[in-house]
């Protein structure tokens, strides 16, 4: 098992730019597929991007070419890079772990599929203001 401590979100305006940290217990880089998901008051979660063990890469369509998800391998630590950002990315992001991203990588990495994941973490809150 792997644990997972979110940290980085804030509120920030229209068209600002957060990095969210996920800090892992042990390393991930050869082990879980990684990926962040966000849930906003009222809606359900949904995939935002993932990244798998061998570099491949998936982002829900409203946050590509904004969003960058990334990992630091010598810190164990993955990154999501926020630019652009819009009110309506304002939401709880949580980081989570899969032991494989079967179900992503069977949509050719266009979707972030939340039944891969086993493994999450407790959330970090943005608010995007307009």
């Known amino acids: 098992q792997v644990q997972l401590v979110e940290s980085g979100g804030g509120s920030v305006q229209a068209g600002g730019s957060l990095r969210l940290s996920c800090a892992a217990s042990?390393?991930?880089?050869?082990?879980?597929?990684m990926g962040w998901f966000r849930q906003a008051p009222g809606k359900e979660r949904e995939g935002v991007a993932a990244l798998d063990t061998d570099g491949s890469t998936a982002y829900a369509d409203s946050v590509k070419g904004r969003f960058t998800i990334s990992r630091d391998n010598a810190k164990n630590t993955l990154y999501l890079q926020m630019n652009s950002l819009k009110p309506e990315d304002t939401a709880m992001y949580y980081c989570?772990?899969?032991?494989?991203?079967?179900?992503?990588?069977?949509?050719?990495?266009?979707?972030?599929?939340?039944?891969?994941?086993?493994?999450w973490g407790q959330g970090t809150q943005v608010t995007v203001s307009s």
């Open positions: 042990k390393e991930t880089r050869d082990t879980y597929c």
């Open positions: 989570a772990a899969a032991d494989v991203c079967l179900a992503t990588r069977a949509v050719s990495y266009i979707l972030v599929v939340e039944s891969d994941f086993g493994y």
